[in-house]
């Protein structure tokens, strides 16, 4: 998405409206900044993705009730900021405004964190307890299915904040440990 908008200006010489749907938002936000004035941007992320990907795995249903982010510029313009809320309500999805650097630290907690835990949870569980796998395991982990590729850009993009969710979770596990040491119930 970086090296798209960086070369956008070269493959669009008229006025064009801007909605980007990745996953961090604080980059996005810097490089449409860079955007010739011709080019109205708004940063947006749909909180409905999935740990698969294509046409196979489409879902009429997947934008209702999810959250979708907008993080917009200080030029987005009220006319793409009225579009937007009314894409978002359209399809069924509860528009939320906020600033990229908010967005990159929710997000964090709430979608990168559990990406990572999910796959350090499959990588610790030993092949021989296999057989013992229930829908709650598979509930858990099903993450760490996800895109590697997208998730390395993701990672790459919200480090920071990523660092900062796994510090506080790993004071938990931290917590939780000791009480299990302590015999603390």
């Known amino acids: 998405n970086l090296r798209l908008l960086a070369d956008l200006p070269d493959l669009w010489d ?51 009730g999810a959250p979708f982010a907008f993080t917009p510029l200080e030029r987005t313009s009220p006319h793409l900021r009225a579009l937007a809320q009314d894409l978002a309500e359209r399809i069924g999805a509860r528009p939320l405004w906020l600033d990229a650097e908010t967005h990159d630290r929710w997000v964090a907690a709430t979608s990168h964190l559990p990406y990572l835990v999910a796959t350090a949870l499959k990588k610790a569980t030993p092949a021989e307890a296999s057989p013992l796998i229930g829908p709650g395991f598979r509930s858990t982990t099903r993450l760490a299915a996800s895109n590697p590729v997208m998730m390395d850009d993701i990672l790459r993009t919200n480090r920071e904040p990523i660092l900062q969710a796994l510090a506080r979770f790993r004071e938990q596990l931290d917590a939780i440990e000791a009480a299990l040491v302590n015999a603390e119930w």
């Not at 900044?33 to 294509?54: N, T």
């Open 14 to 64: 008229a006025p064009l409206m801007v909605l980007d749907i990745s996953s961090t938002k604080r980059a996005i936000v810097e490089a449409m900044r860079a955007l010739p004035p011709r080019f109205d941007p708004l940063g947006g992320h749909p909180m409905c993705g999935k740990e698969v990907s294509g046409l196979a795995h489409a879902d009429p249903q997947m934008f209702r």
